[in-house]
């Protein structure tokens, strides 16, 4: 069983940045795949992005591309989302998710794809 705990989450202007972290317990952490997805008030849970189990590998969501950076350390059991020119859009619950795969590559962009998650932290952009 891996556990998620998610920090970093805040209040922050438009074009500002903040860079989230996700801390895991109870696992291989290199046996799984990581990603990260958001959940805006009243919208379903959303995707954002995911990296591969040695980092050599990411995937973005179209509207991230360009703006946001996810990373890995497996020495630290810890995956990272550095958010850079935020917009007020962005504003939602982020969620870390692990996807137990010791055999396969990624990428995995499906909630359903997903085996373990954190409880979220709250990002809000203000314009």
């Known amino acids: 069983q891996v556990q998620l705990v998610e920090s970093g989450g805040g209040n922050v202007q438009a074009g500002g940045s903040l860079s989230l972290s996700c801390a895991a317990s109870g696992g291989t952490f290199s046996n799984h795949i990581m990603g990260w997805f958001r959940q805006a008030p009243g919208k379903d849970r959303e995707f954002v992005a995911t990296?591969?189990?040695?980092?050599?590998?990411?995937h973005y969501a179209d509207s991230v591309k360009g703006r946001f950076s996810i990373s890995r350390d497996n020495a630290k059991n810890t995956t990272y989302l550095q958010m850079n020119s935020l917009k007020p859009e962005d504003t939602a619950v982020y969620f870390c998710a692990a996807s137990y795969s010791p055999y396969t590559s990624g990428p995995r962009r499906q909630i359903s794809e997903y085996d373990y998650w954190g409880q979220g932290t709250q990002v809000t952009v203000s314009s």
């Open positions: 990296i591969s189990r040695w980092g050599l590998s990411t």
